[in-house]
């Protein structure tokens, strides 16, 4: 098999290992676990966080410095192709993008992204537009409002 022939489906099920079933299938007596210790016993899980000894590398690495995860405003994109199933001249807000399934709830920011054509009338309210979103909903004929944040 060459490279280029791999495809998503290849490898996607592998055959379970049958164990203990002699030596033969190169999985009999200890099973692939050796023998004695830990490893052997049943129940045993290995630690991934183990260097053998060397410091691991969560201690190594300094832990200072501010993070802003906590606080990073994060948007739920739509796209202007997924707008073309509003009628023509309709109002799309929040609100009516929560209803029709493609954000999750409408209390959450929504940022209009510009992927896909749009040939309908929409006067779009948003948080945040992609400039290119932007001038498709103008060239088409609607308008792009920013909506106001509300906690």
């Keep these: 098999m060459l490279n280029h022939e ?27 676990r050796g023998h004695k210790g830990s490893g052997s016993r ?4 290995a630690v991934s966080l183990s260097e053998g000894g060397q410091m691991p590398l969560f201690r190594r690495v300094p832990k200072r410095g501010f993070n802003n ?15 073309e199933r509003f009628e023509d001249g309709a109002v799309v807000e929040p609100e009516q ?35 290119s979103a932007e001038q498709k909903i103008i060239a088409s004929g609607g308008k792009a409002n920013l909506a106001t944040l509300h906690k």
Excluded at 105 to 123: A, D, P
Aim: overall charge positive.
């Design 69 to 83: 995860y906590k606080f990073a405003q994060r948007c739920e994109i739509v796209n202007i192709c997924q707008l």
């Design 97 to 131: 993008l929560s209803a029709a399934g493609l954000i999750a709830k409408n209390t959450s920011r929504v940022k209009i992204l510009g992927k896909g054509n749009l040939t309908k009338k929409l006067q779009v309210t948003a948080h945040r537009f992609s400039k």
């Design 42 to 45: 049943a129940g045993s899980t």
């Design 6 to 32: 791999i495809t998503s489906v290849v490898g996607k099920h592998t055959k379970r290992r049958r164990l203990g079933r002699g030596t033969g299938s190169g999985h009999g007596k200890t099973c692939g």
